[in-house]
T-cell receptor, first 112, second 111 residues
Framework: EPEVTQTPSHQVTQMGQEVILRCVPI?????FYWYRQILGQKVEFLVS????????KSEIFDDQFSVERPDGSNFTLKIRSTKLEDSAMYFC??????????FGSGTRLTVV | QKEVEQNSGPLSVPEGAIASLNCTYS??????FFWYRQYSGKSPELIMS????GDKEDGRFTAQLNKASQYVSLLIRDSQPSDSATYLC???????????FGQGTTLQVKP
């Protein structure tokens, strides 16, 4: 069964550093998403991406965040200057049609 | 603000019993609803989707949707200890297919 692959599984970074979280969506999917889940809290939408541009972003997705699909297969989330409150699980997801949402296994980001 | 509300639990049931999980939502135009299971530290895993009023059954799972009452539920029959997890209710919002999640209900199935 096709999978969404995320790397790394765990990233520890110092406050103020830039991090890039990587995702390889399912190859024939057209819609890509990032979600985050702070420990003990709900899964929150960050951004959706379609046709090589952001189609929607949440209030959380401020200027510190950016997404890119640099080579037609990878889908990355960059956080420019990490804060302690960015510590969370970050999930990538892709979707091929209305019924076809697939989540990656997640990256645990710890900011120290 | 579109909201999805769930009782955080924990909901504790004995093995073999029926577990009933409930969810309410605020956006009347929502059409697509989902139940996900999430084990601690893992990603959400789709269990059921439901789009029409009424019941939808898949194995031990039954999803129920009542759009007039803005209410979605999930019944798990013959609960097993392996069903112990957090169950997330979610709905599609807007044109981009983003999911809005509830905070989840923790289910504990005791042997």
């Amino acid at each position: 069964e096709p999978e969404v692959t995320q790397t790394p599984s765990h990233q520890v970074t110092q406050m103020g550093q830039e991090v890039i979280l990587r995702c390889v969506p399912i190859s024939n999917h057209l819609y890509f998403y990032w979600y985050r889940q702070i420990l003990g809290q709900k899964v929150e939408f960050l951004v959706s991406f379609y046709n090589n541009e952001i189609s929607e972003k949440s209030e959380i997705f401020d200027d510190q965040f950016s997404v890119e699909r640099p080579d037609g297969s990878n889908f990355t989330l960059k956080i420019r200057s990490t804060k302690l409150e960015d510590s969370a699980m970050y999930f990538c997801a892709s979707r091929g049609d209305v019924h076809g949402y697939t989540f990656g296994s997640g990256t645990r980001l710890t900011v120290v | 603000q579109k909201e999805v509300e769930q009782n955080s639990g924990p909901l504790s049931v004995p093995e073999g019993a029926i577990a009933s999980l409930n969810c309410t939502y605020s956006d009347r135009v929502s059409q697509s609803f989902f139940w996900y299971r999430q084990y601690s530290g893992k990603s959400p895993e789709l269990i059921m989707s439901i789009y029409s009023n009424g019941d939808k059954e898949d194995g031990r799972f039954t999803a129920q949707l009542n759009k007039a009452s803005q209410y979605v539920s999930l019944l798990i029959r013959d609960s097993q200890p392996s069903d112990s997890a957090t169950y997330l209710c979610a709905l599609y919002s807007g044109n981009t297919g983003k999911l809005i999640f509830g905070q989840g209900t923790t289910l504990q199935v005791k042997p």
